[in-house]
């Protein structure tokens, strides 16, 4: 797999592109991620890549002109599956997302920047749109890497446990039983008596019970969605 970040502020992606999974995810050649410095395709002599927004508003907006350049760079050496844009007004993105990203092969994240694109950008360029959240950030780069730590680790041999990612929350639509390590009691705190029985099929049962449980407590939303 393939993923092409593109922003204005490189250096904001270098810790979360470079350590656990996704490193790791690098060397054993799982995923190719490479970051572009929007500043690169500007024809400023100045490197700017932003401009007063035409109207009224305050702000400033990223142009078409380098992105489009860096897209056309990028989409001239091969095929991609989407370009995605990171976006307050995006869909929401989730583990089903997650899920259907990491099976493409090329992928394309513009970061957004300032007060964001130019729109021809989102209506000429862009095949896909997420957000993370009801909130707004400095940038899309956040977003960005977090969108790619969700596809990375469910690539094929990215962890190190395959069944560790298909339990995860929100993958059958619910969230996660609590976890417990050893001790098996600490301060009078005890590990509940199933999860150290050995009974492998009841253990199950009541991992799921918990996690049912744990999702109407927190979740109901999710639960409602699944009906």
Known sequence: MRIDIITCCPELLESPLNHSIIQRAKD????????????????????????YAFGFGAGMVLQIEPI???ISALTAERDYDEIIFTAPDGERFNQK???????????????GHYKG??????????TKEYTIGDYVLTGGEMPAAIITDAIVRLLPGALGDVESALNDSFQD??????????????KGWKVPDILIS???AK?????????????????????????
């Open 117 to 126: 694109v130019d729109q021809r950008v989102r209506d000429h360029l862009i």
């Open 68 to 70: 489009d350049r860096c």
């Open 198 to 200: 050995g009974h492998q």
């Open 173 to 186: 639509g619910l969230l996660e039983a609590g976890v417990y390590t050893r001790p098996a009691e600490y």
């Open 203 to 227: 253990i199950e049962d009541w991992l799921y019970e918990q996690s049912l449980e744990h999702t109407k407590e927190r979740r109901p939303d999710l639960l409602e969605e699944s009906l």
């Open 97 to 111: 997302e997650a899920n259907n990203l990491s099976l493409k092969q090329n992928i394309i994240i513009l970061c």
């Open 28 to 51: 054993k050649g799982l995923v190719e991620i490479y970051v572009h410095n929007l500043r690169d395709y500007t024809t400023n002599k100045h490197r700017k890549v932003d401009d």
